[in-house]
T-cell receptor, first 113, second 115 residues
Framework: QKEVEQNSGPLSVPEGAIASLNCTYSDRVSQSFFWYRQYSGKSPELIMSIYSNGDKEDGRFTAQLNKASQYVSLLIRDSQPSDSATYLCAVSGRGSTLGRLYFGRGTQLTVWP | DAGVTQSPTHLIKTRGQHVTLRCSPISGHKSVSWYQQVLGQGPQFIFQYYEKEERGRGNFPDRFSARQFPNYSSELNVNALLLGDSALYLC??????????????FGPGTRLLVL
């Protein structure tokens, strides 16, 4: 059973600050990693995917992957109140579990004005 | 293009009843996956279907079953409902090119309450 752990939160940052969300995973050979945002009462919405070690930037969002440390993070620059949501880290399966996503419990982020 | 659609949006059932949830994937997507999300937890994988065949099943009892139709839409059935089945049921679709870089896009979900 793959395990995906996220920093427990809740995380609270002021508007304009950088929010840092962290995730570790147990399966050393995992290949694909995803960050989803979920507003209260809504379904998960894809923010970023990352497959290779290093950084991947998309607007105010940067995903960082370190496979040696089995660690993936999401940085949100210039945080806005509209970023307030639960952020889910997901890791894809491989082999017989290809196509499955394994999720962490999520980190609740609040950005206050 | 329309995204993933699910019906119904909300459902209230009593223990012992059965329920059928429906999902239509994004046009052109051939794979549908089902997830259960209990309050305060991340989604948990239930099933994946591709080209009408079950590709994978998560750690759920046999009360849970699903199928995929020729138009790639899918149904999730749950029999003998228990209180613990109360959750948000999410359907996700993907193109499925057979790689491990498939992105799954979620529908709005069906919120099931079992009384």
């Amino acid at each position: 059973q793959k395990e995906v752990e996220q920093n427990s939160g809740p995380l609270s940052v002021p508007e304009g600050a950088i929010a840092s969300l962290n995730c570790t995973y147990s399966d050393r050979v995992s290949q694909s990693f995803f960050w989803y945002r979920q507003y209260s009462g809504k379904s998960p919405e894809l923010i970023m995917s990352i497959y290779s070690n290093g950084d991947k930037e998309d607007g105010r969002f940067t995903a960082q992957l370190n496979k040696a440390s089995q660690y993936v993070s999401l940085l949100i620059r210039d945080s806005q109140p509209s970023d307030s949501a639960t952020y889910l880290c997901a890791v894809s399966g491989r082999g017989s579990t290809l196509g499955r996503l394994y999720f962490g419990r999520g980190t609740q982020l609040t950005v206050w004005p | 293009d329309a995204g993933v659609t699910q019906s119904p949006t909300h459902l209230i059932k009593t223990r012992g009843q059965h329920v059928t949830l429906r999902c239509s994937p994004i046009s052109g997507h051939k794979s549908v996956s089902w997830y259960q999300q209990v309050l305060g937890q991340g989604p948990q994988f239930i099933f994946q279907y591709y080209e009408k065949e079950e590709r994978g099943r998560g750690n759920f009892p046999d009360r849970f079953s699903a199928r995929q139709f020729p138009n790639y839409s899918s149904e999730l059935n749950v029999n003998a409902l228990l209180l613990g089945d109360s959750a948000l049921y999410l359907c996700a679709s993907s193109l499925d090119k057979g790689t491990n870089q498939e992105t799954q896009y979620f529908g709005p979900g069906t919120r099931l309450l079992v009384l």
